[in-house]
């Protein structure tokens, strides 16, 4: 019995938003308890799941890929369930990807673009195609989701995606939505702060609303009411200055009160948006990381940058080199280290000894070493979240490669 079959659990009754980590359970890739250790390292470092469960060695970036593809054709309807398992049962025994399975069993992939994030925004004119390129090159080295590199390279806003994911959503679950439709609700997106009214003659809208989507229960809203009423301050103000929401949260119910006021959504649509952007945030989870729960090997590898070949090119050279085994022995101060493996263990949750290391056995990218230790050092000084950091340092990567590989 393979590996599959013995760890698939044929489970028909998936809820229709096909979560990523119930599908990598139903695959037979990964066990219950996978997904714990994921979203525990997923909700403390503010990465993605996919991403941590790599971090973790739970899974490869390459078998990530295909259960992110599979979920999307399973959200599209392009293929059910029973073709979803029979495909990755075909891909685990023949190790091939998961489009080549579908291919193997006679699947017809014609709508795969149909409703992809990517093609939404670029027909809706939100974005144009050299960017999708950049958009998607990035989201594929750093592994993060699309949608997040796009805000985070300010090629949309994060309403703009909100909206989006929301479109999405309701033409995956059959409602028609014509070309001209969707620019006209991406357009409304657009709003800026600048442009809203007052938060003290519309505070009674905005309260209705957070209660409404579940931000904030009518006590909480009531005691922030009779407080920010002795300061003076706007309400949605006083709920941000109080850790009541966050302040992407109020921009958000900001935009939406004004087009619900300007009778450009409904009430019961700007509600679900508000819902949405809160079941995204909580996937995200908030960034407050310590060296303890967020290491510098863990940014790197998170990266994608400190991969198996590379950790494989240091253990190599402290084997071969024991006058530099000595000295980051005596940089870590540590002597349960009793070999090389251990000792790479532990200077990967060492910073300074990490970053020494590695600059010693690859010289040649020095630049691309201070650039990571730099951004890692923003992430802990709370400059810049995980994932901002992860796409900068892609791009910064990249474009360091790019130059030293011009001819002369």
């Given amino acids: 019995m393979s590996t599959y079959e013995r760890r698939s659990k044929k489970n028909p009754a998936l809820p229709p938003d096909f979560r990523l980590g119930q599908l990598l359970i139903q695959f037979g890739i990964v066990t219950g308890e996978d997904i714990s250790r994921g979203l525990r390292l997923s909700s403390g470092a503010g990465l993605p799941l996919g991403k941590a469960l790599v971090l973790l060695d739970c899974i490869s970036d390459m078998v990530l890929q295909d259960v992110v593809q599979a979920q999307s054709m399973l959200r599209d309807g392009l293929i059910d369930l029973s073709q979803a398992n029979e495909a990755f049962e075909i891909s685990s025994r023949m190790k091939i990807s998961i489009e080549k399975a579908l291919v193997v069993l006679e699947v017809r992939l014609g709508g795969l673009d149909c409703t992809r994030l990517g093609n939404l925004l670029k027909a809706s004119h939100k974005i144009k195609k050299d960017q999708l390129e950049v958009g998607l090159r990035v989201a594929s080295n750093s592994g993060l989701p699309l949608g997040q590199v796009l805000v985070e390279l300010n090629f ?70 009779n407080a920010q009423q002795n300061n003076s301050m706007p309400l949605g103000q006083f709920l941000v200055e109080t850790n009541v929401i966050s302040d992407r949260i109020l921009k958000l ?47 790197l590898t998170a990266s994608n940058y400190l991969n198996i070949a590379r950790e494989q090119e240091v253990v190599d050279k402290l084997e071969q080199d024991a006058i530099l085994c000595a000295r980051m022995q005596r940089m870590l101060q540590d002597k349960s280290a009793q070999d090389v493996r251990s000792l790479m263990k532990i200077a990967l949750k060492n910073k300074a000894v990490l970053r ?47 130059a030293h590989q011009k001819p002369a």
């Fill in 356 to 402: 020494s290391l590695l600059i010693e056995v690859m010289p040649h990218e020095r630049e691309v070493l201070d650039c990571a230790y730099v951004l890692y050092l923003m992430i802990l000084q709370k400059k810049m979240t995980s994932c901002q950091a992860i796409v900068d340092f892609t791009i910064k990567r990249n474009r360091i490669m790019c």
């Fill in 253 to 299: 119910a900001l935009n939406l009160q004004l087009l619900i006021f300007n009778k450009k959504t409904t009430r019961e649509s700007a509600i679900l948006t508000i819902k949405q952007a809160l079941e995204q945030a909580a996937k995200q989870g908030d960034f407050n990381p310590s060296e303890d729960s967020f290491s510098f090997g863990d940014f």
């Fill in 156 to 225: 949309i806003s994060q309403d703009t995606l909100d909206v989006t994911l929301r479109l999405q959503r309701e033409l995956r679950e059959g409602e028609p939505i014509s070309n001209r439709a969707l620019k006209k609700e991406l357009r409304k997106a657009d709003i800026t702060l600048p442009q809203l009214p007052t938060l003290d003659t519309q505070k009674v809208m905005l309260g209705e609303l957070l209660v409404e989507s579940g931000v904030v229960d009518s006590t909480a809203l009531e005691r922030a009411l």
